[in-house]
């Protein structure tokens, strides 16, 4: 903010700013949050096709789904 004032800035626009980059950085996690969901749910779905018993226990122990 005293960077800001210093080069004679209205020190509402640092606040305008970092609000803008708060929300760029959200918006690039959020997406990265996304992408590791889905790439959970297709690895769990190809994981079942290969190994459905061993799978079935780690959803069991996960609490995901009923053991057989």
């Given amino acids: ?3 800001y004032i210093d080069q004679g800035r209205n020190p509402q626009l640092y606040t305008k700013e ?10 690039q996690v959020k997406g990265k949050i996304d992408t590791m969901k889905k790439f959970k749910s297709l690895l769990i779905q190809e ?3 290969v190994f ?4 079935a226990k780690y959803k069991a122990i996960r609490g995901e789904d009923p053991p057989p």
């Fill in 1 to 3: 903010v005293f960077r």
């Fill in 47 to 49: 994981l079942t096709k």
């Fill in 52 to 55: 459905p018993e061993d799978m």
């Fill in 18 to 27: 970092c609000l803008e980059r708060a929300l760029a950085k959200n918006e």
